[in-house]
Structure formats: structure tokens, C-alpha cells
């Protein structure tokens, strides 16, 4: 099981970023997959879930209306498009798959893989 983050990197607040999550190893369409982020010196932290179809999408209060979670079963990928970016957003982004049926719930118990991270820093 192998998920690859990218597209991380320094952007100045307001702007915007869009993460991948490259999925192999398992059979992707059969998961739910979730963003969390951990920034210095703080827990890692739910961001946002979407169903194994792709049908339903949660999101932690912090960024609702303002990142977007999608997934590609095709491409084994699922996706974090991130708009009005704050400072308080910087942190490492993590993609994890998870078949619990309350993946929504955003415990990252729940989610048995998980990828490396990526870097996100909003600064001007």
C-alpha cells in the first residue's frame, strides 16, 4: 500500500493550492479517503473526508468553504484544492484511506494508511 502526497509548497495568504494524493496497492474505489494536517507543535487534525464513490464530502469547521476535497477512481487519486489560504493553514498535509464505515468522523484511528505528507506554508 503506497500514498503519495504532492503539490505542496509557500504560497502567500488569499491564495491557493491544490494537493494530490497518488493511491496503489490497494483497491482505492473500495475506501474512503481523508486529509488531515499537523502543524509545529500541535496534534494532527481532521481537514476533510469524501465517501469511497465520492457522493458525500465532510469537513473540519476551520476550512469549510474554503478547501474542497474530490477523488478520482479512475486515477486512483483523490485531490485538496485549498482557496483563500490563511497562515494558520501551514502545516504538513496528510492523505490516509480508511474502510471504517464512520471514516467521517475524522479519527485518524480510523484510517490505517497513510502517506508521507506534504508541506504546506502560507507566509507572505
Known amino acids: 500500500v503506497q500514498l503519495v502526497e504532492s503539490g505542496g509548497g509557500l504560497v502567500q495568504p488569499g491564495g491557493f493550492l491544490r494537493l494530490s494524493c497518488a493511491a496503489s496497492g490497494f483497491t482505492f474505489g473500495s475506501y474512503a479517503m481523508g486529509w488531515f494536517r499537523q502543524a509545529p507543535g500541535k496534534e494532527r487534525e481532521f481537514v476533510a473526508a469524501?465517501?469511497?464513490?465520492?457522493?458525500?464530502?465532510y469537513y473540519a469547521d476551520s476550512v469549510k468553504g474554503r478547501f474542497a476535497i474530490s477523488r478520482d477512481n479512475a486515477k486512483n487519486t483523490a485531490y485538496l484544492q485549498m482557496n483563500s489560504l490563511k497562515p494558520e493553514d501551514t502545516a504538513v498535509y496528510y492523505c490516509?484511506?480508511?474502510?471504517?464505515?464512520?471514516?467521517?468522523?475524522?479519527?485518524?484511528?480510523?484510517?490505517?494508511?497513510w502517506g508521507q505528507g506534504t508541506q504546506v506554508t502560507v507566509s507572505s
Open positions: 490516509a484511506a480508511s474502510e471504517a464505515g464512520t471514516y467521517y468522523s475524522g479519527s485518524d484511528y480510523l484510517y490505517p494508511y
Open positions: 469524501i465517501s469511497w464513490r465520492g457522493g458525500r464530502t
